[in-house]
């Protein structure tokens, strides 16, 4: 006869599962290097397995190269469209590109475009969201401009780098000729 054993932890989410649903707009939302990311799930409230997060990119913003060491990301575009490096290879992402990113795969991203471009995020395990919490600007009227980066903003994102285990990547430059999209 086949037998089923359950952690202490495991039970728990089974016997006080904390189901609920988060309304479009809503979620804490903040400023972290020009880019706007609004927290849908925190890993805490997923047991750690994930979090789940909106990212907002407006035109001429986003991330320095850099190395996750500590968890996967997955990244679905819903609006408007980024050119990516992601190891070496350029990508042109447009609304329905899926980005898996493995742990230790340089990546970077930015919009060269006219529109705002929209992505639902996936961090696995949680915990990377706490980053955003810790340099961020909490956002009073989401319909603003963003703030202009500063180098204290910089500074600060930077000297929290190590603690979640991200490396930041200057020589990531594109290794193939072509453009693919994805």
Request: glycine share 8%.
């Amino acid at each position: 006869m086949d037998q089923l054993s359950f952690s202490a932890d495991q039970f728990h989410a089974i016997a006080a599962p904390n189901v609920y649903m988060i309304e479009a707009g809503a979620g804490l939302s903040v400023w972290v290097l020009g880019v706007l990311v609004t927290l849908k799930v925190l890993g805490n409230e997923t047991g750690g397995s994930y979090s789940l997060f909106e990212v907002l990119v407006p035109p001429g913003s986003g991330p320095p190269p850099h190395i996750h060491t500590l968890e996967d990301e997955s990244w679905y575009m819903l609006e408007g469209e980024l050119i990516w490096l992601v190891g070496g290879k350029k990508f042109h992402a447009k609304p329905g590109s899926f980005i898996h990113l493995p742990r230790f795969v340089p990546h970077t991203f930015t919009n060269r475009f006219d529109k705002t471009s929209v992505m639902v995020v996936t961090s696995a395990p949680g915990g990377f969201e706490k980053w955003f919490l810790q340099v961020g600007t909490e956002v009073q009227d989401p319909t603003e401009d963003p703030p202009q980066v500063s180098m204290t903003e910089m500074r600060k994102a930077m000297e929290y780098l190590k603690e979640y285990g991200i490396i930041p990547h200057e020589n990531l430059e594109e290794q193939q000729p072509a453009t693919a999209t994805i």
